[in-house]
């Protein structure tokens, strides 16, 4: 991922998107009402946090980068329920 200094706060809803063929969720993003979707980077301690919430609206604050194929990631800073 590439560094970004851009501080941004989303609302919407965590939702997985990609699964391996048992199933199991691979990776989460939160969908927001503007329809932009940003995966949520599981390396810090409040990524991981907010995986575990599928399905809830919630408002997350961090910092954006790109992943691989151009892919917005969030870095969670901080997100609370809404």
Known sequence: MKKSKS????????????????????????????EKEFLIDIKSQPGRA??????QKMRITGTIGKG????RILKVVSFEPV
């Open 50 to 55: 907010l995986v575990t919430m599928p399905q």
């Open 7 to 34: 501080t941004i706060t989303v609302l919407g809803i965590v939702v997985p998107v990609d699964w391996d063929r048992e199933g199991r969720v691979l990776s989460f993003a939160v969908s927001t009402y503007e």
């Open 68 to 71: 691989r194929g151009n892919q």
